[in-house]
């Protein structure tokens, strides 16, 4: 019954992502760690319609637990993730478009701009293109994620991570925010930027 909840969990923030269009009908993936398994989003099915009985579950070496269930093509990513970060309880992987914007080229979005932006996100990380569904990318993002909890992936999308799916889904969901506003700040022109000192209080909240 526990089980069944935490899918639920899983199929909702995966509508939300959808709804709150930071990913694509068919894009995008979540995984939550449940002990020694994870619960995670099947391949190529649509997100907006998705409920408690299309979410899977894998080992934490990728054996599929689930009877007639295709992970999401970016398992090894998330596998990946878990081991090299063991504190990292919830992943999720979407495709926003000013964000992702970003990413493609290389150019960082500003979180010293507002500070939930400095709170949220810290500073996000890049990593570079690799091939999606490969080990090679599996590995340059798990590497990333050892420098941050919000990640951009170069010609692909951004993924997030915390200790719960609201963290991580509240990190790609102020991410996007921070990337429409260093744009926008951008166009107008002269934006006041935090300086160091207002980022060290900031930080110094949730030490």
């Given at each position: 019954m526990e089980q069944l909840k935490e899918k639920e969990r899983v199929a909702y923030f995966m509508r939300r992502m959808y709804?709150?269009?930071?990913?694509?009908?068919?894009?995008?993936?979540?995984?939550?760690?449940?002990?020694?398994?994870?619960?995670?989003?099947?391949?190529?099915?649509?997100?907006?319609?998705?409920?408690?009985?299309?979410i899977g579950s894998m080992t934490l070496n990728g054996r599929v637990l689930?009877?007639?269930?295709?992970?999401?093509?970016?398992?090894?990513?998330?596998?990946?993730?878990?081991?090299?970060?063991?504190?990292?309880?919830?992943?999720?992987?979407?495709?926003p478009i000013f964000a992702t914007s970003f990413a493609i080229c290389g150019k960082k979005v500003m979180t010293?701009?507002?500070?939930?932006?400095?709170?949220?996100?810290g500073e996000p990380v890049m990593a570079d293109y690799k091939l999606m569904g490969t080990q090679e990318l599996a590995d340059v993002v798990a590497e990333a994620s050892l420098r941050g909890n919000?990640?951009?992936?170069?010609?692909?999308?951004?993924?997030?991570?915390?200790d719960t799916l609201v963290e991580a889904f509240d990190r790609i969901e102020v991410l996007e925010a921070a990337a429409k506003m260093t744009l926008i700040t951008q166009m107008i022109g002269n934006p006041k930027e935090l300086n160091a000192e207002e980022l060290k209080e900031i930080d110094n909240l949730f030490e």
């Open positions: 709804e709150q269009r930071l990913t694509t009908s068919t894009g995008g993936n979540i995984s939550l760690k449940v002990g020694e398994k994870i619960l995670i989003t099947p391949s190529q099915t649509d997100k907006a319609r998705m409920v408690a009985e299309s689930s009877h007639r269930f295709k992970a999401s093509m970016e398992n090894k990513m998330h596998l990946a993730i878990y081991h090299k970060r063991p504190d990292v309880k919830a992943i999720i992987h979407g495709h010293n701009l507002a500070g939930e932006s400095r709170a949220i996100l919000v990640i951009l992936m170069e010609n692909h999308g951004v993924i997030t991570l915390g």
